[in-house]
């Protein structure tokens, strides 16, 4: 079968949306939050601050001590051995510390699990997250048998492409970076989900078949995973035949857009990361050599699965939810390893008309739940094999704007 790259993007016929007399626009209130950073407290002044916070007084000189202590993993015998106390008086005196520190933090507190607790405040000492509400648009395109599919109002607009050269941890991949015009369209609120691919997998084959159970995290609103970018297509252009309207994965360009909604920080919510707001690898210090330009003051939950979309509460300004995390989401381009010559009107960037005749690779974004920070910001991209099936890759999908087949 051979067809031209809008043929291969959909055979089926479709209508322009600006043609569409049933298309519905509702509006749809979401919650968005901006991570402010503060300056970074050591373990001492988080102690002291949470001791204080409970009887009203800092800690002194031999309190202090034990905390410093056992965050050196001292014994007791050896913190002793630096003062004036014996390991008894030592002990009771840490006791009734570990006491204070458990009845402020809610949860069991002693010389064992103190040095972890007591980083996890730090961590979470230099973020505040203020959260807001907003109001979007949208359309609901209904699938049948109660499952729905929620597509946003994305404005046309201009941004900066890639990340600038100061950006921390970046890739050269993400350069050179350049203005691009995007058009007006519309894109899924949450990546594809497992009840929404079955829906959409029973419907008349188009160009090939497709499982209608492929995901190994289950769950109707978990998203669907270990599809292919074929799979991908496939999803499309049976729903764009089912509806008669213009679906397909986005351009590369397009998802950055709809990602920083406006931004042009490293992440949509400001500078950092947190498993508050995303789902994504949020141990990783203790387990990777890395700097801490992401992941000081966010260590927190790693999840190790996909979570049911939007979960976590918040979206962009745009109203998209789970653009940082989850799963890396199949865009439409075929993958360059820079800006380079291009497009800066928004359409996806192909090197063969016809993907099908060979396979090449194709980009991801938005990075996933077993992720770094950094490979979920808003630049990053990756490139991989078109027929590649990962527990952490799904798509979301766009209905264009005035677009016709």
Not at 157 to 175: C, H, Q, T, V
Not at 222 to 240: I, M
Not at 285 to 297: K, L, P, V
């Amino acid at each position: 079968m051979k067809f031209g790259i809008q043929e291969f993007i959909l055979e089926a016929a479709v209508i322009s949306i600006e043609d569409d007399t049933d298309l519905k626009l509702q509006n749809f209130n979401f919650e968005v939050a901006i991570v402010l950073n503060f300056p970074r407290k050591s373990p001492l002044e988080i102690a002291d601050d949470l001791v204080f916070s409970q009887i009203k007084r800092h800690l002194n000189d031999l309190e202090q001590l034990i905390i410093q202590g056992t965050i050196s993993n001292q014994t007791y015998e050896q913190i002793a051995a630096s003062s004036n106390y014996s390991t008894h008086q030592l002990k009771e005196l840490a006791s009734n510390l570990w006491k204070v520190l458990s009845e402020t933090l809610g949860e069991k507190v002693n010389k064992t699990n103190f040095k972890n607790i007591i980083q996890q405040q730090v961590n979470y000492s230099q973020i505040d997250i203020h959260r807001s509400l907003r109001q979007g648009q949208c359309f609901i395109e209904d699938l049948g048998n109660g499952v729905q599919l929620e597509m946003v109002s994305i404005p046309e607009g201009s941004f900066l492409m890639g990340s600038p050269e100061n950006e921390p941890e970046r890739y050269d991949d993400e350069s050179p970076q350049h203005q691009v015009t995007v058009s007006a369209f519309f894109m899924g609120k949450y990546p594809i989900t497992q009840a929404q691919w079955r829906a959409v997998a029973a419907l008349p084959d188009i160009n090939r078949h497709i499982e209608p159970n492929p995901s190994e995290f289950k769950g109707d609103n978990r998203p669907v995973e270990k599809v292919s970018w074929y799979d991908a297509l496939e999803f499309c252009d049976r729903l764009a035949a089912y509806t008669k309207r213009q679906y397909r994965l986005s351009s590369e360009a397009e998802w950055e857009y709809a990602c920083r909604a406006g931004t042009t920080s490293p992440f949509y919510f400001g500078e950092k990361i947190t498993s508050d707001l995303a789902n994504y690898d949020a141990n990783y210090d203790a387990n990777y050599d890395t700097n801490e330009s992401y992941g000081a003051g966010i260590q927190g939950t790693y999840r190790e699965e996909t979570t049911v979309v939007g979960s976590l509460g918040v979206a962009n300004a745009f109203g998209l939810y789970d653009m940082h995390g989850n799963v890396w989401e199949w865009c439409l381009d075929d993958w360059h390893s820079n800006y380079e010559s291009a497009p800066t009107d928004g359409s996806a960037w192909f090197n063969n008309d016809n993907p099908y005749q060979k396979q090449v690779l194709a980009v991801l974004r938005g990075g996933s739940w077993l992720d770094l920070p950094v490979d979920c910001r808003c630049a990053c991209r990756v490139g991989n094999i078109r027929s590649g099936l990962h527990n952490n890759f799904g798509f979301r999908i766009v209905c264009g704007v005035g677009e016709t087949a």
